[in-house]
């Protein structure tokens, strides 16, 4: 795997919530040529079912499924982890490796409270990593300072509504494929492990709907749905979408 520059960079909290929210966008930019990259705060081991190990090894396959430059996670306590100084510089650290033009991340508020708070974490971390004084390392070397262009917050659980939609329709079958790589967290009626509100029968068919919703509003049939820590800019009105 490669530790080096990407176009699309997406660090979100827990394995399994990129294949959610924005599986079919990063699917869309690989077909486009683009390189993208996998990062989670944290392994999810206070996750109702699956272990942390097991959890990381899911995430393994579905990068493959997903045709990710990269994948690991940075070992921040799941549940735990807070906005300090300790997760920020952990987050710059990452950035400035990978140096993105598109920071992706996860929704700014959610069912589950460690996703507003990776957003939050992320967001924060995408300002500081341009401040040319503060100082981090990679492998002994001084990194250089590096901002975003633009840093996203995909749509997860909650319904927010969005600043932009991608057309995933293409890309469908291949984001459910990447899904089904997270066997220990969505619904296996052999699981002896308690049921949680991702694992239910019903919760594969709820993304399909939020997917057709959002790209009904774009007038497509699948789409995955954004919000924008700033307005993007458009040069020309007669080619939007």
Known sequence: MSNGPVDLLCITAHPDDAEISCAGTLLHHVALGRSIGLVELTVGELGTRGSGEERAREAEAARIVLGAACRYQLGLPDGFFQVDREGLLHVVQCIRR?????LITNAVRDRHPDHGRAAALVAEAAFLSGLRRIHTEQEGEEQTPWRPRHVLHAIQDRWIDPDLVVDITAHWDQKLEALRCFGSQFFDPKSKEPESPISRADFLPFLEGRAREMGR?????YGEGFTTM????????T???
């Open 230 to 237: 700033r307005p993007p800019a458009v040069n020309d009105l």
């Open 239 to 241: 080619l939007l979408g």
């Open 217 to 221: 509003l774009i007038g497509t049939t």
């Open 98 to 102: 990978h140096r993105p033009q598109v």
